[in-house]
């Protein structure tokens, strides 16, 4: 069975950094596409960004709210995937997904992570 | 990119059926066959329901399908249990090639 377990969540003040990491296994993480997803407390599900499989070029897009202060990797030799979080908000606390995209959709999610911005 | 339209709430009793609708534009929900469903229990991660607009995967119940039409799309969860007591999530791809959230519809059991 397919599973992603992430961490790396916690307290970080305004303007902080933080990398959240999701471990993969039990799937060819080499060839998966891998998105972020997040939710803020009592909210919605809001998409973060994804990174393509090295096959597809690797390359990676980005939500508006968070374009320029976070980044996506991968590192295909550890089926591990990053989320470097820079310049950190208030409004960036959430619980932060990890998550597989088959083609158009998304299946299976990791638990999730908590990442609380503030003073 | 706005959120795609879902009512705040929808209930029904055990045995009845509840749809939910997912409105867009053709950029989005109408433009594309690329509309799946997440089941959120409290707490937890969510759970793919439906796929591809009415694809289920395997595992979810039959009681659960999907269809569009025009701009919207709708899940419909017939024969209604208390475990479908829940929030619901539409996902819809865009043209950008980057994915637009439903707004999110919490189910109630009454």
């Known amino acids: 069975e397919v599973r992603l377990v992430e961490s790396g969540g916690g307290l970080v003040k305004p303007g902080g950094s933080l990398r959240l990491s999701c471990a993969a296994s039990?799937?060819?993480?080499?060839?998966?596409?891998m998105t972020w997803v997040r939710q803020a407390p009592g909210k919605g599900l809001e998409w973060v960004g994804r990174?393509?499989?090295?096959?597809?070029?690797?390359?990676?897009d980005y939500a508006a709210p968070v374009e320029g202060r976070f980044t996506i990797s991968r590192d295909a030799s550890k089926n591990m995937l990053y989320l470097h979080m820079n310049s950190l908000k208030a409004e960036d606390t959430a619980v932060y997904f990890c998550?597989?995209?088959?083609?158009?959709?998304?299946?299976?999610w990791g638990q999730g992570t908590l990442v609380t911005v503030s003073s | 990119q706005s959120a795609l339209t879902q009512p705040p709430s929808a209930s029904g009793s055990p045995g009845q059926s509840v749809t939910i609708s997912c409105t867009g534009t053709?950029?989005?929900?109408?433009?594309?066959?690329?509309v799946s469903w997440y089941q959120q229990h409290p707490g937890k991660a969510p759970k793919l329901m439906i796929h591809?607009?009415?694809k289920r995967p395997s595992g979810v119940p039959d009681r659960f399908s999907g269809s569009k039409s025009g701009n919207t799309a709708s899940l419909t969860v017939s024969g209604l249990q208390a475990e479908d007591e829940a929030d619901y999530y539409c996902?819809?791809?865009?043209?950008?090639?980057?994915?637009?959230f439903g707004t999110g519809t919490k189910v109630t059991v009454l």
């Open positions: 998550v597989h995209q088959m083609r158009s959709w998304f299946d299976p």
């Open positions: 996902i819809s791809q865009t043209g950008s090639n980057n994915f637009v």
């Open positions: 990174i393509r499989n090295e096959k597809d070029g690797g390359t990676t």
């Open positions: 591809e607009v009415n």
């Open positions: 053709s950029s989005d929900v109408g433009g594309y066959n690329y």
């Open positions: 039990e799937f060819t993480f080499s060839k998966a596409w």
